[in-house]
């Protein structure tokens, strides 16, 4: 990343090309400003008017199409896993870790330099530990709450539809809350007993939360946590800093 090392910061930006939607992450002074995208047209247009020149990029996708678009207005350095440090870095299969994990908790790491466990939540549900010194230990990853709902409505068409709500009465006396109790639970509770199992491993941790749909967490999860949008962006700084 030595040709961004002397660049304008406002020249600068920041993306997270995830599975559903591409993040855009602005530097402000002591915050970020974040866009979503789903097209390179918008995309682009909203970087000319911000006089962007150079990105930093974080891609899980398979292909690298969208980046091509971009690849013809900007320069464009991609962060990968190939690009973490051996020593911070503890998983048999580095070569299949998606660098969004990391560069996750890398910035939850950087925030308060103790062990973090970060949640993201987003079309896949990851939980992933790292620990004081910096490394990153692995996790769980979990379908999001929109891929199970894709699931149930893709596999048992028949069904009536229903969204993520926790319904007032137990057990379920209709087919829809009785979906609805089975979604939610399936979801929360398997993000709960994980939590537990952290705690046996390791002990205390400050835990992080963001993704999509965070906000269903901190609704519906009794659980003291730092709910960040901006975490990955942050990580992706501090990783350029490093």
């Known amino acids: 990343m030595s040709n961004f090392d002397s660049i304008q910061t406002d020249e600068l930006a920041f993306l997270d090309v995830g599975n559903s939607s591409i993040k855009l992450g602005l530097r402000k002074e002591d915050h970020w400003e974040i866009h979503a995208f789903k097209d390179a047209e918008p ?15 974080c891609n899980v996708r398979p292909d690298l199409h969208f980046l091509d678009a971009l690849s013809d207005h900007f320069s464009i350095a991609v962060l990968e ?10 998983y048999t299969t580095p070569e299949t870790l998606g660098m969004d994990r990391f ?11 103790s062990p973090v466990v970060v949640i993201d939540a987003g079309s896949a549900c990851t939980i992933d530990l790292m620990d004081g010194n910096g490394v990153f230990q ?16 893709n596999s048992a068409p028949g069904l ?20 609805q109790w089975g979604l939610s639970q399936l979801f929360l509770d398997g993000i709960k007993e994980n ?8 002990g205390e941790f400050n835990l ?10 901190l609704e519906y999860l009794d659980i003291d946590m730092i709910h960040r949008p901006d975490l990955i962006f942050i990580g992706m700084e501090a990783f350029l800093e490093e």
């Open 138 to 153: 692995g996790g769980v990853i979990m379908p999001g709450i929109q891929t199970l709902l894709k699931v149930f409505h």
């Open 43 to 57: 995309l682009i247009s909203t970087l000319v008017d911000e006089g962007i020149k150079y990105l930093v990029t």
């Open 195 to 202: 939590l537990q199992r952290y705690k046996r491993e390791i």
């Open 103 to 113: 560069l996750a908790c890398f910035g939850a790491h950087s925030l308060v330099n």
């Open 81 to 90: 896993t190939g690009d973490i440090p051996e020593n911070q870095l503890d």
């Open 208 to 217: 992080f939360v963001t993704g999509g749909d965070a906000d269903i967490l």
């Open 160 to 179: 009536p539809s229903f969204n993520f709500e926790i319904p007032d009465s137990f057990p379920g006396m209709n087919s829809r809350k009785s979906l």
